[in-house]
């Protein structure tokens, strides 16, 4: 298989663009939006002649290509061995950048990462050769970022195994972060399935100047849309304002689209891409998108009259806009930095920082690193230093072999920066914190995507304000939230007061070209036949699957409430990452951590609940394991926007494999949502958003009428009281014919291995 986005591969995918688009334009008869075009351009030709724009819509596509990364990875290759399938049927790539905890220093942690994850590296290498992906070694780099310094390609549609996955769009590609069995149908050869996205237009005008930069456009929209304003919507980014932004800026916001809960963000095509395009090696891709340039940015007339095209516009002046800086415990809490020092006041946030942390998948472009070196070097030659513990995370190994040859990184070292692995570390809580004591509050700030409790380094108590890599530079060097670089000045230690001045303009790409990673990837073998894909039946870290049991076509009575989550329940709060990752292709092991961070809105414990077997208050997986062995199934009642976060399906397979029957929500994240239908668990909402109230903790849920489930049809639900009442109320769902099947089947896996049979 190819792995390789070749202009043999980009060419065929544009002439599909101007074929399919000719006949979509006919169907809808009006100008299109640059995302209209692309998802277009993939569409299954049935659905070209139909008007898709309402909430009802399941479309299939056809992806170019699918990205997987070393946690998430795991469990898609798991199934896609459990499918028996031969060969990948796109290109795919695995990337190992998830596993390597930071502790002390870049180089001595991948090294121990190697060792201590070796079982799985040699598992996720041997997949990826057996099935003709491509293999990218621990160290090599953040899987978003080799993406786009690699694969991605104006006009394309890719998905990944992580939320994140839309970074991507930076380059004009609609990219997507689905679950695991999403990314292994697909790498099957089926088509892959989708809601038909609403629009949401920011359009773009002026140029940003001073401190401001691309990450402050993104954190001012998600202050507008709030974490779940984006849900089921792309986000497409036009006017005269984006071409003052450089193609990695452009990643950077459409990165952090997915902390609004958007399908996924993208720009049009432009000169700025196509500088990027030609400094990575891929001059014949940018000939190629010049030459269909048409197909890659919206209608002229969008631009005239875009609330006519989009479902809501955002209007940014980009002179106008400051610095924002976002949290904590959410990355919709914004404010402009020159309301921070109020806001600090005001909520008695802990305004010393403990530790300033940049780059990440998010921020650690070319453009980043030298404008935060910048204000390194002003601090220098004043004779200031970082107060604090300031930390550097290089995406990829090409990042960082070229701004150590530039001398970013010795700029950063010399005003006390670590200089961290090439991979998530901190921002995904893989990060060793000794020097924290039990329940210690902490402030830390960082110029990553995401925010949530415990997200950082496992700890509830730590809170993450998020800004651009300059802010935080200048934090670094202030040590406080209330210290504003643009009004305020330090202090050397001379007793000398100086201001910084606001970061240069940086070049969007190295001068002098990219230093190209020798030794850190893997191209899959001409003969997969002879390799063995071995698991060691008593290993702790992987595991086989083994199906789920199909739906015995009984409705659902008396099922126990294992718990009511209350206010912000993230797949961090489902399944927690940090040291969790490292059972992640164990399923029975991962599964003890099930709901360990969901508030319970019965007794206002974290991760605890009633055991109404026992009376006692225990461990919400302890009580599960009873419930399974006992052959009580049980349902979990869900607040607003439940499942927000990461892609990760294990949020979903573990609540499966432990005997949940039914999440009841007001509203569901995206991905969750798809996730939970595709291993077998009926994904409901109230009618009637206050009947989450009506739940009480003894209380047994019976759902009817399951024999007759079907498109549209609200389930019937009974709420049986302990003191003998009962109510009833009715559950809707988003289920389509084909997903019901996976319910009736018990997984969509089980469905794709069927029909292989």
């Given at each position: 298989m190819?792995t390789e ?15 399919n688009i000719a006949?979509?334009?006919k169907?809808v008869?009006r ?13 299954d ?6 008007i898709?724009?309402?909430d009802?819509?399941?479309v ?6 699918v ?7 795991q469990?898609?290759?798991l199934?896609f061995?459990?499918?028996?399938m ?5 290109p795919?790539?695995?990337h190992c ?5 930071a502790?002390t220093e870049g ?6 990462a ?5 079982e ?13 992906a491509?293999f990218?070694?621990p160290?090599?780099g ?5 993406v ?10 890719m998905?990944g ?5 839309p970074n991507?769009?930076?380059l004009?590609?609609?990219?997507i ?14 088509h ?6 609403k629009?949401i ?33 792309i986000?497409e980014?036009f006017g005269p304002g ?7 800026g452009?990643a950077t916001?459409t ?11 993208i720009?049009?095509y ?14 014949k ?6 030459q269909y ?18 479902d809501?516009v955002?209007?940014i ?13 959410t990355?919709?809490?914004a404010?402009?930095?020159?309301k921070l ?7 008695n946030?802990?305004?010393?920082i ?5 780059g990440?998948?998010t921020n650690?472009?070319?453009e980043d690193?030298?404008?935060a ?6 601090a220098?030659s004043?004779?200031?230093?970082a107060?604090i ?5 290089p995406?990829?190994e090409?990042?960082?072999a ?6 970013q ?11 961290l692995?090439?991979a998530?570390?901190p ?7 000794p020097?924290?004591?039990q ?8 110029s990553?995507n995401?925010?949530f409790?415990?997200?950082?380094d ?9 800004a651009?890599?300059?802010i ?32 240069k303009?940086?070049p ?7 230093l190209?990673a020798?030794?850190?990837y ?16 008593n ?10 049991s ?10 126990t ?10 797949t961090?709060h489902?399944?927690p ?22 508030v319970?809105a019965f ?5 605890n ?5 026992s009376?006692?208050?225990?461990n919400c ?5 009873q ?10 009642i869900?607040?607003n ?18 005997g ?10 995206r991905?969750?949502?798809t996730?939970l ?9 109230f ?10 903790e003894?209380d ?11 498109e549209k ?14 109510e009833?109320?009715l ?11 996976w319910f009736?089947a018990?997984?969509a896996?089980n469905v794709?291995?069927n029909?292989?049979?």
């Amino acid at each position: 298989m190819q792995t390789e986005t070749t202009p043999e591969i980009v060419k065929s995918v544009y002439m599909k663009l101007e074929k399919n688009i000719a006949v979509y334009r006919k169907t809808v008869n009006r100008p299109l939006t640059l995302s209209e075009k692309i998802l277009a351009g993939h569409l299954d030709a049935e659905y070209l002649e139909k008007i898709l724009d309402n909430d009802t819509n399941y479309v299939f596509l056809q992806p170019d290509r699918v990205a997987l990364q070393d946690v998430t990875g795991q469990m898609v290759m798991l199934q896609f061995m459990q499918a028996e399938m031969k060969s990948v049927a796109l290109p795919t790539t695995v990337h190992c950048d998830h596993l390597i905890q930071a502790r002390t220093e870049g180089k001595s942690d991948t090294k121990l990462a190697i060792y201590e994850n070796n079982e799985v590296y040699n598992f996720l290498e041997s997949t990826a050769s057996k099935f003709g992906a491509g293999f990218w070694k621990p160290g090599a780099g953040i899987i978003h970022q080799v993406v786009l310094e690699n694969y991605a390609f104006p006009g394309g549609l890719m998905i990944g195994t992580d939320s994140h996955t839309p970074n991507a769009g930076g380059l004009g590609m609609l990219a997507i972060g689905v679950g695991g069995v999403d990314a292994a149908e697909t790498m099957a050869g089926m088509h892959w399935e989708l809601l038909y996205p609403k629009r949401i237009g920011v359009y773009l005008t002026g140029k940003m100047n001073g401190w401001t930069s691309a990450k402050d456009i993104i954190l001012y929209v998600a202050g507008e849309l709030t974490v779940s304003g984006g849900t089921n919507s792309i986000i497409e980014y036009f006017g005269p304002g984006v071409e003052s932004i450089s193609c990695t800026g452009k990643a950077t916001i459409t990165n952090m689209g997915a902390e609004v809960g958007a399908t996924c963000s993208i720009f049009p095509y432009d000169k700025r891409m196509e500088l990027y395009l030609n400094s990575t090696g891929r001059s014949k891709i940018a000939e190629l998108a010049n030459q269909y340039k048409d197909y890659l940015v919206p209608d002229k007339k969008i631009e005239e009259n875009p609330e006519e095209y989009f479902d809501k516009v955002i209007r940014i002046e980009l002179s106008e806009l400051e610095p924002y800086v976002v949290g904590p415990h959410t990355p919709d809490l914004a404010r402009p930095i020159s309301k921070l020092a109020d806001d600090v006041k005001d909520n008695n946030y802990l305004d010393e920082i403990s530790v300033a942390l940049i780059g990440s998948c998010t921020n650690s472009s070319y453009e980043d690193m030298s404008r935060a070196s910048n204000l390194a070097e002003q601090a220098k030659s004043n004779g200031i230093k970082a107060k604090i513990p300031f930390l550097v995370t290089p995406g990829s190994e090409q990042i960082r072999a070229t701004i150590e040859r530039d001398g970013q990184i010795d700029s950063l070292k010399s005003i006390g920066a670590t200089v961290l692995a090439n991979a998530c570390g901190p921002c995904i809580g893989q990060w060793h914190r000794p020097e924290l004591k039990q329940g210690q509050q902490n402030t830390i700030v960082t110029s990553f995507n995401r925010n949530f409790p415990g997200r950082n380094d496992g700890k509830r108590e730590t809170m993450n304000f998020i800004a651009s890599p300059e802010i935080v530079t200048a934090f670094a060097l202030g040590g406080s939230l209330s210290f504003n670089p643009m009004e305020d000045n330090l202090i050397s230690d001379d007793g000398v007061e100086f201001k910084l001045e606001p970061p240069k303009l940086a070049p969007d790409v190295p001068e002098n070209g990219f230093l190209v990673a020798n030794d850190v990837y893997i191209p899959p073998p001409e003969n997969p036949d002879s390799i063995e894909v071995l698991i060691d039946p008593n290993s702790e870290r992987l595991q086989k699957l083994e199906p789920f049991s199909k739906w015995d076509g009984q409705d659902f009575k008396n099922l126990t409430i294992m718990i009511k989550a209350k206010g912000k329940c993230t797949t961090d709060h489902i399944s927690p990452a940090g040291p969790w990752l490292r059972l992640r292709g164990h399923l029975d092991k991962l599964s003890d951590n099930l709901l360990l961070g969901a508030v319970n809105a019965f007794n206002n414990e974290v991760g605890n609940a009633k055991n109404l077997i026992s009376k006692n208050i225990e461990n919400c997986a302890d009580i599960a394991r009873q419930y399974k062995k006992e052959n009580l199934p049980w349902v979990i009642i869900g607040d607003n926007n439940y499942g927000e976060g990461s892609s990760r399906e294990h949020a979903a397979m573990t609540p499966r494999f432990l005997g949940c029957a039914a999440v009841i929500t007001k509203s569901f994240a995206r991905i969750h949502e798809t996730n939970l239908k595709k291993q077998g668990v009926l994904a409901l909402t109230f009618a009637n958003p206050l009947d989450y109230e009506k739940i009480l903790e003894d209380d047994k849920i019976s759902l009817n009428g399951l024999s007759n489930f079907s498109e549209k049809k609200p389930i019937e639900c009974i709420i049986e009281h302990i003191d003998g009442t009962s109510e009833k109320i009715l559950l809707n769902h988003s289920y389509n014919i084909s997903q019901i099947e996976w319910f009736k089947a018990g997984s969509a896996m089980n469905v794709l291995r069927n029909k292989k049979i």
